[in-house]
């Protein structure tokens, strides 16, 4: 069996954050081959990230760098390559320009196509509108070119959390499954400590951008005796470390870029409380949400979207993403042992919905679904 993946983005960035996790692109080791298209001039070497295939056969396509001016250009190379994998099924991780390619080869050599979804295109569209207005320029228009036949062709659509339901379903008039981000349970729980301060320490993990709003947690610990351990890199890099030293705040703050995926549970194990104000319009359950309530940590995250909520009503302490708000928060967690040890015990309950090996099984079923599904057709 083989599978063609098109990423969100070179194999080397997932390397490079640490992110590299055992059969994330084989689930229960269902194919023989993964063929990776990477929209990258030069990928890392397979070698260094067998694992993410687990026992497949791993080959990486560097077929450099896509934009709209030049996709029908790369959707030509890209349709040679596919022609000589021939690959069972293929996968994309977006509904942008990856996303329209991999359709493309689908529609053309009538192979199964599996869309998932990580974003939620519309609230970002509205996000980098105010920031970025020639990235708002470009999703405006794969609004209306792009993103609606990617979903089309899609035979089946998975999404990791159900913010972006109703964006699909206007889309394509087509349900998605929620499948939430695998994480494995037995390894955040049992993380080592690895390091202790005098003073409580919480913990956020995130690349650091703007829509992860980490001023708002910044600000928040000013004046509270704290240690905020920050584990993430990202354009907001520079302008973080800028806000914490005008703030005096360099004692208190402890940035790190990257932690290796392997190593990520001891640092949480190592955390009094975890915080995350992301932006709960664009994600509703982040991946470092979900490990920090296998580690058993009291959590803080951004209130939801209503109506759009994944669940953690019970099992996680929601705030407003405002300083005051946070800071409040994390002083009746602080000062309550009950309140947090109710809080850990509930968060590692919860965490058994998003079990892993639960995850990876549905992968796999979905994959064989769709390939008896093409069978099936062409008979």
Known sequence: MKLC?????????????????????????????????????????????QKIVGNAKLKIHSVGKINLLNKNSKKNKVLKIIKQISPD??????????????????????????VSLHVQYDTKRKFEK??????????????KSIEPFVLKIADKITIVYKIIEPYVIEMCQKKPEILYNRINLEKFQNGKKIFEYEKPIIITVGRLTSRKNHDCLIKAIKDLNVTLLIIGDGE????????????????????????????????????????????PSIEGLPIPVLEAMASGLPAIVSKPVEHLSDGLEDSVIYSEIKPESVKKEILRILENNDLKKELSQKALKKSKSFDGNSTEQREAEIYEELIKGKYLGDN
Not at 130 to 143: C, G, I, V
Not at 251 to 267: A, E, G, L, P, R
Request: aromatic fraction near 18%.
């Open 5 to 49: 993946i098109f990423p969100n983005d070179p194999i080397m960035a997932y390397y490079e954050k640490g992110e590299i996790k055992d059969r994330y692109f084989n689930p229960k080791n269902f194919f023989s081959e993964i063929h990776i298209i990477s929209f990258t001039e030069k990928d890392i070497d397979e070698t260094k990230v």
């Open 130 to 143: 105010q920031r970025n207005y020639k990235k708002y320029l470009a999703l405006k228009y794969y609004r």
């Open 236 to 279: 907001e890099y520079e302008n973080l470390v800028n806000l914490s030293n005008f703030l005096k705040l360099e004692k208190k703050i402890k940035f790190i870029k990257s932690v290796d995926n392997d190593k990520i549970q001891d640092y949480y194990n190592s955390a009094d409380l975890f915080v995350s104000m992301y932006n």
């Open 89 to 114: 099924v293929i996968r994309s991780y977006n509904a942008l320009l990856e996303g329209w390619i991999g359709a493309k080869c689908s529609q053309k050599y009538n192979i199964p196509f599996f």
